[in-house]
């Protein structure tokens, strides 16, 4: 999907922009493992050239040569499609590094896994992942990626002091939701923000129901990239319907439609404002660097679905490291040590310095820092409990390029939420036929 965040190099970015800094390609004796013989004593990485991505990686690379005495050379290629095409070029002519920093989900499998890359399924790390992520790095026949990152979500950023003030419980339902911004209205303040300034910020009525959609019908993915799911129908209908539900009932900040996102995340921050859909990783990011102080103030819950019973996180997974088939011998078994490293909560720790957490981690016993985000926190018991899923971009690789455009027309009440949809599928088809789908 394209949206803005940290470690995703797709659209969207939480607290970093896109990349534009140039390619460094270092000389063959530094990328791919061949069959050295001995101890291998240096290792290649090869990441986006981000800057948080780049500080994070030289973190990492330092703290692992003063544990371990391996050397790890960072590599750098631009974000974005850039980036995507300069990977697979390099898996295909085997000049890849020893290892990659890479997409996990749909972006992923793209790369012919199972022909290009070292399993790792067997690694006695391996079951210590979120399954989310393990979902997210692994097709039928085994595992390929180890998490460098953090998670976030799409859902409901919210004002708990208002929430305090007037005594309103987290909502596990749209009815109950609603009923919250009812009361919110009544007391003058604004139940629902919009930042359609920036067309990005529309979607996430859309992109974060998803848990809901797959919780009622598991399959929809997979059937949506085959072609047999659309969303004009239920249960995917229901993201656009809230957003044309919320514009009707007169819910939305009055500049709605000039409001950019920077006006959305001041406005929880200081309280003018009750509900924010937005990617957690964003307003973390945010509210660290303009508005330290709101910090308790901020949470966040699931976007709420129709059934209070099904009430869970949409999440995004971090990036995987990967290993391709040309790193061999000694350096494979470097490499492999580096994971087992990587996965570490010494690891952990150094990200967490190193980078604004959006989520919580995706390894076991890699816990929160007691300083992380308050809505970080509050994530945190969704995934103990399980009740996250994946967003759809790490399930399928359809994602039309009018998303963003159809949800600010539903949402400012020009195009109903049946017409939006109906239109998004039209979208969407231009991209399955280019993916050489069948539909």
Request: glycine share 10%; net charge negative.
């Amino acid at each position: 999907m394209e949206v803005n965040v940290i470690n995703h190099k797709t659209r969207w970015v939480v607290g970093a922009t896109a990349a534009t800094a140039a390619l460094a390609l270092a000389g063959c004796s530094a990328g791919g493992g061949g069959g050295d013989d001995g101890e291998a004593t240096e290792l290649s990485v090869y990441i986006d050239s981000t800057p948080s991505s780049v500080a994070l990686w030289e973190g990492l690379a330092a703290a692992y040569e003063e544990e371990s005495g391996v050397s790890v050379e960072v590599e750098t290629h631009p974000a974005g499609g850039e980036g995507d095409n300069l990977i697979k070029t390099r898996l295909s002519t085997g000049d890849m590094s020893d290892l990659f920093w890479y997409n996990s989900g749909s972006l992923l499998q793209a790369l012919n896994p199972d022909q290009t890359l070292v399993p790792l399924g067997d690694e006695d790390w391996a079951g210590s992942l979120d399954d989310n992520f393990v979902d997210a790095v692994s097709t039928d026949n085994g595992l390929y990626g180890a998490p460098v990152g953090a998670s976030f979500a799409g859902a409901m950023i919210y004002n708990k002091d208002i929430y305090s003030e007037l005594g309103l419980e987290v909502p596990r339902s749209w009815d109950e939701f609603m009923a919250n911004n009812e009361a919110i209205k009544a007391a003058g303040k604004v139940p629902v923000v919009q930042t359609y300034g920036d067309t990005w910020t529309s979607q996430l009525f859309v992109l974060g129901d998803f848990y809901n959609v797959s919780a009622e019908d598991p399959d929809w993915a997979e059937a949506y990239t085959e072609g047999e799911r659309k969303y004009a129908d239920p249960p995917a209908l229901a993201g656009f319907q809230y957003m044309q539900e919320i514009s009707e009932a007169g819910l939305l900040n009055e500049d709605f439609a000039s409001a950019i996102y920077d006006d959305g995340v001041r406005m929880i921050a200081e309280g003018e404002a009750a509900h924010y859909p937005m990617l957690t990783g964003n307003v973390a990011a945010a509210l660290g660097e303009n508005y330290p102080d709101a910090d308790a103030s901020v949470g966040v819950f699931p976007i709420p679905g129709e059934n209070a019973d099904a009430n869970g996180l949409t999440v995004w997974m971090p990036n995987g490291v990967y290993v391709p088939k040309t790193t061999e011998g000694a350096k494979l078994e470097a490499a492999k040590e580096f994971l087992d490293w990587l996965v570490t909560p010494a690891s952990c720790e150094i990200q967490a310095e190193s980078i604004t957490l959006g989520g919580p981690f995706v390894v076991e016993g890699c816990d929160l820092p007691d300083n992380a985000p308050t809505l970080v926190k509050d994530m945190q018991t969704y995934f103990d409990e399980g009740n996250t899923g994946l967003a759809l971009e790490f399930l399928s690789p359809i994602k039309g390029p009018a998303l963003e455009q159809i949800t600010v027309e539903v949402g400012s009440g020009i195009r109903s939420a049946a017409d939006g949809a109906a239109l998004y599928d039209e979208d969407v088809v231009k991209q399955a036929q280019q993916l050489g789908l069948d539909w």
